[in-house]
Nanobody, 129 residues
């Protein structure tokens, strides 16, 4: 059983940066794809970015490419999301997720399904103008 715990959220002004972390307190994540999602009040949960098991491949939803960077360190069992040039509309609860990715399923398809088995409880990001 994989347990995920996010950290690094907080309040920041527009244009600032934050780095989110997602630590796996139990389980081995090196065989799992991982991703970041976010959900703002009144909105559906949306996929931000995903990364392959070894970290060699990444995918970003269109709104985030160029501003956000996903990475992972399997030795530390940790997933990261570097967020730069933050905007007020980036205010949301950010969640990490992990799961096996079947052969032939792209990272984009994996991310959009939102059916991952392992989720963290989220970390709040608030961006003020």
């Amino acid at each position: 059983q994989v347990q995920l715990v996010e950290s690094g959220g907080g309040a920041v002004q527009a244009g600032g940066s934050l780095r989110l972390s997602c630590a796996a307190s139990r389980g081995i994540i090196s065989s799992l794809s991982m991703g970041w999602y976010r959900q703002a009040p009144g909105n559906e949960r949306e996929g931000v970015a995903a990364i392959s098991e070894g970290g060699s491949s990444t995918y970003y939803s269109a709104s985030f490419e160029g501003r956000f960077t996903i990475s992972r360190d399997n030795a530390k069992r940790t997933l990261y999301l570097q967020m730069d040039s933050l905007k007020p509309e980036d205010t949301a609860m950010y969640y990490c997720a992990a799961d096996y990715r079947p052969y032939g399923v792209s990272l984009s398809d994996w991310l959009v399904r939102k059916e991952q088995n392992y989720w963290g409880h989220g970390t709040q990001v608030t961006v003020s103008s």
